[in-house]
């Protein structure tokens, strides 16, 4: 890497007291493999946050986020991550996961605990770290 941080826009959605969360691919030379986390990605040339989370959450689920606002932004050596909160206003099933292993609504408990079955992994997977922080700022938020 160059050593520039890289810019990062990252979307949390909640329904009925629940967290949308994505199972990132079990794939070893990507950030957080296996972990569950939050759908986002890279703020690419050109792009707001506001554009680029809302290009990330319709090409990962299909979904358009409207109504949104920024929660915070977390930097640390390698990233600037700006966090945007956002009711999701469809039921799970009309979500179509382009990216990813898995996804779910998961509760504050479950957040908390730091893992989640995951049906289609079919076993126990952890959250990643930062996300996991970040879910943890917002609950106490509400």
């Given at each position: 890497m160059n050593g520039q941080l890289v810019n990062v826009a990252v979307a949390i959605l909640y329904r009925e007291n629940k967290f949308l969360m994505q199972l990132r691919d079990n794939i070893p030379n990507i950030i957080a493999p296996g972990c569950w986390a939050l759908f986002g990605g890279h703020?690419?040339?050109g792009e707001?946050?506001?554009i680029a989370v809302q290009r990330e959450v319709l090409?990962?689920?299909g979904y358009e986020l409207t109504a949104?606002?920024?929660?915070?932004?977390y930097?640390?050596?390698?990233?600037v991550r700006y966090v945007f909160q956002a009711p999701?206003?469809?039921?799970l099933n009309e979500l179509v996961l382009s990216e990813g292993w898995d996804l779910d609504l998961l509760t504050a408990?479950?957040?908390q605990q730091g893992e989640y079955f995951s049906q289609k992994a079919g076993e126990i997977r952890p959250l990643a770290t930062l996300p996991q922080k970040i879910m943890l700022d917002f609950i106490k938020t509400l």
């Open positions: 703020i690419e040339a707001t946050p506001e090409e990962e689920i949104f606002s920024q929660f915070g932004i930097s640390d050596q390698k990233a999701l206003l469809v039921p408990e479950d957040i």
